[in-house]
């Protein structure tokens, strides 16, 4: 069975550009997560979808977004890039139902604000 | 919201000592706490889980206790090998509601 799929895996941008980042689940996993990773500060939620859904979403400002396909498939929209988003953007996946469970992680996207 | 604090930060043992790190949470409603091992340049992978309706749970060399009158739970790793050398993230969440809330992490080094 195939992993979580994230891509980019690297990406530089400048301030004020915006990035979108893919995340492909494992096949049959309905939820998708995403975190974002820096040094010191852990693993921060951003947001949860279920079946196209945003079922839980993070403290974090508006400029963060997603969307979830149909296929389960999600990405993830940071607009006007800041220095502070330069981060490790990681995807998680997992059935979704019947209870909180094992989150399975992709590799992530790093992103570099400069 | 819930709030996850792990102690300590980093922890360096000799191989063959036990290694203990420590979470506490906020929230006490909630009921699961998952920790997560991530190993340098690679991707949290979970090592061991816990559910409210039980105090302590083992896996091998690992064990997670769980104190929800204190709020605080535990991974405990005993006999440590090299390859335990990694960042180890507490976590917790409650009910329904998916969110998992993560410790800031603990790096374990452990001494050949």
């Known amino acids: 069975k195939a992993g979580v799929t994230q891509t980019p895996r690297y990406l530089i941008k400048t301030r004020g550009q915006q990035v979108t980042l893919s995340c492909s689940p494992i096949?049959?996993?309905?939820?998708v997560s995403w975190y974002q990773q820096t040094p010191g500060q852990g693993l921060q939620f951003l947001f949860e979808y279920f079946s196209e859904t945003q079922r839980n979403k993070g403290n974090f400002p508006g400029r963060f977004s997603g969307r979830q396909f149909s296929n389960s498939r999600s990405e993830m929209n940071v607009s006007t890039l800041e220095l502070g988003d330069s981060a490790l953007y990681l995807c998680?996946?997992?059935?979704?139902?019947?209870?909180?469970?094992?989150?399975?992680f992709g590799e992530g996207s790093r992103l570099t604000v400069l | 919201g819930e709030n996850v604090e792990q102690h300590p930060s980093t922890l360096s043992v000799q191989e063959g000592d036990s290694a203990v790190i420590k979470c506490t949470y906020s929230?006490?409603?909630?009921?699961?706490f998952p920790w997560y091992k991530q190993e340098l340049g690679k991707r949290p992978q979970l090592i061991i889980d816990i559910r409210s309706n039980v105090g302590e749970k083992k896996d091998q060399r690992i064990a997670v206790t769980l104190n929800k009158t204190a709020k605080h739970f535990s991974l405990h790793i005993t006999e440590t090998q090299p390859e335990d050398s990694a960042v180890y993230f507490c976590a917790a969440s409650r009910g329904s509601n998916y969110k998992l809330t993560f410790g800031k992490g603990t790096l374990l080094t452990v001494n050949p």
């Open positions: 096949s049959g996993h309905r939820s």
């Open positions: 929230d006490s409603a909630s009921n699961y």
């Open positions: 998680a996946s997992r059935a979704g139902t019947g209870g909180p469970g094992e989150l399975f």
